[in-house]
């Protein structure tokens, strides 16, 4: 919901529809679906992702025409001060927005995916339910992104149960 409000000013009426769609296909499948681990998705958690993936697809194309179209319009234009820091203001909304579109875009694909190495699962809160994923061994990202680019020192909070530190310090 916070995507599509974002997106609003930046996108086109049909492109904001089938986004708005995908978003109510999206709801629908959440408030229907199983609470629990997918191992593989269900038919209609797949539609409803595909749905979000597509229509995120379609308006991250449609913000990047925009910039291009609107590049440096306002900031050139007369009126000073105000149009730039309107432009200023516009430019760093829409990027805001395509952020939120990009990750949604990334992850409804991952989940796609269903890579063995992800577990997904469907958690129901008290105020509204989610789809999650996450890997299951983060040893890989934690070679290639920490270990190989410095060295390292890890170390444990609990090292004593129920007790005091008196013994290690």
């Known amino acids: 919901d916070r995507a599509a409000r974002r997106i609003r000013k930046h996108v086109d009426e049909k492109t904001h529809l089938v986004f708005e769609q995908a978003v109510e296909l999206f709801r629908e499948m959440l408030e229907t679906a199983q609470a629990r681990r997918y191992p593989q998705l269900p038919e209609d958690v797949a539609e409803a992702l595909t749905a979000l993936r597509d229509a995120s697809r379609q308006v991250i194309s449609a913000l990047v025409r925009g910039r291009e179209k609107g590049g440096g319009k306002a900031s ?6 105000q149009n730039a820091e309107a432009a200023a203001g516009t430019e760093g909304a829409r990027r805001q927005a395509q952020a939120a579109i990009e990750q949604i875009f990334e992850l409804s694909d991952r989940m796609l995916l269903t890579s063995p190495d992800d577990v997904i699962w469907l958690d129901r809160g008290d105020r509204f339910s989610s789809l999650h994923i996450a890997p299951l061994s983060v040893a890989q990202q934690l070679r290639h992104r920490l270990f190989a680019r410095t060295h390292t ?8 149960l129920g007790g005091d530190f008196d013994g290690v310090a």
């Open 76 to 81: 050139s234009a007369r009126g000073g001060e």
């Open 153 to 160: 020192v890890l170390t444990s909070a609990t090292l004593k």
